[in-house]
């Protein structure tokens, strides 16, 4: 990315703040490479994205994939890039975005941001739920090899004491 200061403290922010990035969807998103990289480097880092199609604005949910398949970011490796239009593949065109009309009022306005700290609400519930699904599948894990061994050592002294 470019290196000027407003870039460079977006950039920071993503990085650093645990951030939900509302991806404002118009018909210039797409091809804006400062806008995708720092959506990129959120995605990098775990961060929520949410699609925001700003209604009247240009942007059509089929324009996602032609243009993130051709999407080139300086600094990244090919081998990155194939990384990065990945995620954006996958988050973009194929969440479901929260429509705002920007021309309709503070009514709406309030519901497209209730939405979005909704959808974060509920990914961090999510992934509170997953992580507590893997400790409980490490746990599992551990307490199987445990049994496996236990049960080994057990057949091992039968089979001594029988010989």
Known sequence: VGGNL??????????????????????????????????????????????????????????????????????????AMVK?????????????SVDWNPTLGVALTKAACNEIITRAQEAKALLANSKLDLTLSKRAHTVTADMISKSSDMLSNLRRVSV
Request: glycine share 6%.
């Open 6 to 79: 407003q870039e460079d403290i977006v950039m920071k922010t993503i990085q650093e703040v645990d951030v939900v990035i509302a991806l404002l969807m118009t018909a210039e998103t797409l091809a804006d490479k400062h806008i995708m990289a720092e959506a990129a480097a959120g995605l990098e880092r775990g961060r929520l994205l949410v699609p925001v199609m700003l209604i009247g604005y240009g942007y059509g949910y089929h324009m996602a994939v032609p243009m993130l398949s051709k999407l080139e970011l300086h600094g990244k490796t090919p081998e």
């Open 84 to 96: 990065v239009r990945a995620a954006l593949l996958d988050s973009i065109p194929n969440t479901i």
